[in-house]
T-cell receptor, first 114, second 115 residues
Framework: AQSVAQPEDQVNVAEGNPLTVKCTYS??????LFWYVQYPNRGLQFLLK??????LVKGSYGFEAEFNKSQTSFHLKKPSALVSDSALYFC????????????FGRGTSLIVHP | DGGITQSPKYLFRKEGQNVTLSCEQN?????MYWYRQDPGQGLRLIYY???????QKGDIAEGYSVSREKKESFPLTVTSAQKNPTAFYLC??????????????FGSGTRLTVV
């Protein structure tokens, strides 16, 4: 079985400050991890993924995420938040093989204040 | 540009009606998926199809039906058996089930409201 937890329903940060959106996972075997962003009434957009290799993954719009196997975490980060980063963020996990269906977290609403 | 088109963007359904949500992709992707999104519940998988003429139930398939007669198209019918259909519906695709890109491409969604 695979599962994802996003422990925060909402994250508030001031523009220009660093932001972190948390994600922890549980899988049997090696994880494939993903972050997506959703703007209101839109579909999800792919931000970044971890498959293998370097634990620090860089993605779109200046976002990055760090894979931590010992803590089973894949937190999303950005050094300096923008008001336009305000959106709903989803973490997802799947394993190689099987049905190839990822499990999504419940989402975290990021609000960046001017 | 390649992508996924969902239509309509907004849909209103009367009690007891069946309605069909359209999902078309020109990405030449093999696998297609339907998700339901409710506030605070994330995405829940309704149905998926990894190849033409084949599809599988997801976690919440009751009250829904799909078909996959063409690679490009994966319509979702919300039947009258679905007691709480008001939600945002998202269609997604991937180039192969194990896709080299590993991630999904999503459509812009259809918001269905029961009136």
């Amino acid at each position: 079985a695979q599962s994802v937890a996003q422990p925060e329903d909402q994250v508030n940060v001031a523009e220009g400050n660093p932001l972190t959106v948390k994600c922890t996972y549980s899988v049997s075997g090696n994880p494939y991890l993903f972050w997506y962003v959703q703007y209101p009434n839109r579909g999800l957009q792919f931000l970044l993924k971890y498959i293998t290799g370097d634990n620090l993954v860089k993605g779109s719009y200046g976002f990055e995420a760090e894979f931590n196997k010992s803590q089973t975490s894949f937190h999303l980060k950005k050094p300096s938040a923008l008001v336009s980063d305000s959106a709903l963020y989803f973490c997802a996990v799947r394993t190689p093989g099987g049905s190839y269906i990822p499990t999504f977290g419940r989402g975290t609403s990021l609000i960046v204040h001017p | 540009d390649g992508g996924i088109t969902q239509s309509p963007k907004y849909l209103f359904r009367k009690e007891g009606q069946n309605v069909t949500l359209s999902c078309e992709q020109n990405l030449n992707h093999d696998a297609m998926y339907w998700y339901r999104q409710d506030p605070g519940q994330g995405l829940r998988l309704i149905y998926y199809s990894q190849i033409v003429n084949d599809f599988q139930k997801g976690d919440i398939a009751e009250g829904y039906s799909v078909s996959r007669e063409k690679k490009e198209s994966f319509p979702l019918t919300v039947t009258s058996a679905q007691k709480n259909p008001t939600a945002f519906y998202l269609c997604a695709s991937r180039d192969r089930p194990d896709g080299i890109n590993y991630g999904y491409t999503f459509g812009s969604g259809t918001r269905l409201t029961v009136v």
